[in-house]
């Protein structure tokens, strides 16, 4: 889950039968909390994905330029900007200091927005 001013950022690679796949997802904040929030560890849990040993990441320049595709959600002018890079905006509730409850909304949210562009961009998921 995405604490602080968070963005997700999309590098695709080809796999051997030359489709794309998305294996490399990652999330990262231009203001990064701490640690990452307890409700997500769980929340993320719930669904077989541990994140209770990662540590919030600050997004940096060399992440967008890197990337095909970069998901801003609330950001604004914090995140980095490269012309040519495809970016979108999710207006979705901030995670931070919200309960279980809350947090599976948005990661659910999050999932399904996930899902339609690799979908949209003919991108497979990784391992699926």
Same mark, same amino acid.
């Given at each position: 889950?995405l604490v602080?001013?968070?963005?997700?950022?999309?590098?695709?690679?080809r796999d &051997?039968?030359d $489709? $794309?796949t998305a294996?490399?997802?990652r /999330? &990262?904040g231009s203001?990064?909390?701490?640690?990452?929030n307890?409700a997500? %560890?769980?929340?993320?849990?719930?669904?077989? =994905?541990?994140?209770a040993h990662?540590?919030p990441?600050?997004?940096? /320049?060399q992440?967008?330029?890197d990337s095909? %595709?970069? =998901? @801003?959600m609330?950001?604004?002018?914090?995140c980095?900007?490269?012309p040519?890079?495809?970016y979108e905006?999710w207006?979705l509730d901030?995670?931070a200091?919200?309960g279980?409850? &809350?947090v599976?909304v =948005?990661?659910d949210?999050? $999932? @399904?927005?996930?899902e &339609?562009?690799l979908?949209?961009l003919? =991108?497979? $998921?990784?391992?699926?």
């Amino acid at each position: 889950m995405l604490v602080g001013h968070g963005c997700i950022v999309l590098t695709p690679r080809r796999d &051997a039968r030359d $489709r $794309r796949t998305a294996d490399n997802l990652r /999330s &990262a904040g231009s203001l990064p909390a701490d640690q990452v929030n307890p409700a997500a %560890v769980a929340a993320m849990a719930e669904v077989g =994905i541990d994140i209770a040993h990662e540590r919030p990441k600050a997004l940096t /320049s060399q992440a967008v330029v890197d990337s095909d %595709v970069v =998901i @801003t959600m609330g950001c604004g002018d914090a995140c980095p900007f490269y012309p040519g890079k495809r970016y979108e905006d999710w207006v979705l509730d901030d995670p931070a200091d919200q309960g279980l409850d &809350a947090v599976r909304v =948005i990661r659910d949210e999050i $999932r @399904t927005r996930v899902e &339609a562009l690799l979908a949209d961009l003919g =991108i497979d $998921r990784a391992g699926g």
